[in-house]
């Protein structure tokens, strides 16, 4: 999956040059938390657009809590110590601070995308240190004083599904990563190590702390959709129990309609994985 135009927005501007870096590139050289969605249908919606906002929202409050560094790129000894607004303030302040960057660099990524291609959009929280050490108590209105957003956009052609050598291709080669609960830049260069792994058919690579129980991908959530054995598919439901298997009466062979014969198999999140949105979909 090649890119062939690039887009940023960082500091209020948008840019489309030869010089707007890869993806990774980009993220290497900025702290900070950050998602990843892509757009469908010929560029006509992002997926899950929404969830992946919840989701960058909880990662740079986890970050801010428990790994500032990791947000505001300041060595542990100059780190400052503030308590964030209540959670509702901190959600509509980091969504709305992202939503209105990426309505600024979409239209004109949209205006270039070619026929047959799709965006690949990437989000980037970070945080301003010098206007951090400015203030005393953060506010809703002092949280967008504080934090920046990039919005990295690449425009490509999707794979065709369904072809087998388009499928994944997986090697298990590294350890768990530590604050799995958040997406982060940082570790875009941590996972370099485990990239010199990489055997050359392999297309991802898996994440395990014993070589035996499967925790992630180094990109991706790692889940499995089996059917169940028949003597178990009845009133059981998905992995953990996390959510209930709705079957359809007119297409179910079982006596409940509560039945489903399918289920998820995935580490959970106290194992040390990524919620990844298209994990949770599955599962619900």
């Given amino acids: ?17 030869s010089t707007t ?10 702290p900070g938390a950050y998602t990843t969605t892509r757009s469908h249908n010929n560029g006509s919606c992002l997926l899950f657009w929404d969830r992946h906002l919840n989701r960058l929202s909880n990662s740079a409050r986890i970050l801010f809590n428990s790994n500032p560094h990791l947000l505001f790129n300041f060595p542990n000894s100059t780190e400052k110590s503030l308590s964030l607004p209540p959670l509702p303030i901190w959600d509509s302040a980091v969504k709305a601070l992202v939503d209105d960057s990426a309505r600024k660099v979409l239209p004109v ?28 108590n953060l506010s809703g209105r002092s949280v967008v004083e504080v934090l920046d957003v990039c919005v990295h956009i690449a425009s490509y052609v999707p794979p065709v599904c369904g072809l087998r050598e388009n499928g994944a291709r997986l090697a298990v080669v590294g350890h768990g990563r530590d ?21 050359p058919s392999v297309t991802e690579l ?12 180094c990109l991706t959530n790692f889940f499995v959709v089996c059917r169940k054995e028949n003597n178990e598919t009845k009133g059981k439901y ?7 298997c709705d079957v359809e009466q007119e297409r179910s062979d079982f006596n409940t309609a509560a039945a489903c014969p399918f289920e998820v198999q ?14 949770q979909l599955v599962i619900e």
């Fill in 1 to 17: 999956m090649t890119s062939s135009s690039r887009f940023l927005f960082s500091n209020g501007l948008v840019s489309h040059s």
């Fill in 266 to 279: 995935t580490a959970p999140i106290s194992d040390g994985v990524l919620p990844g949105v298209i994990r």
């Fill in 206 to 217: 898996l994440l395990s702390n014993d070589g035996d129980q499967i925790l992630e991908g």
């Fill in 109 to 136: 990524a949209l205006r270039e995308r070619k026929d047959g291609e799709e965006l690949a959009v990437t989000a980037l929280v970070s945080g301003d240190s010098q206007r951090l050490r400015k203030i005393e």
């Fill in 179 to 199: 604050i799995a609960e958040a997406k982060y830049s940082d570790w875009v260069r941590l996972r370099k190590p485990l990239e010199n792994l990489r055997p």
């Fill in 238 to 244: 998905f992995h953990n129990n996390e959510s209930a």
């Fill in 21 to 30: 870096p890869p993806v990774t590139t980009f993220l290497e050289s900025h």
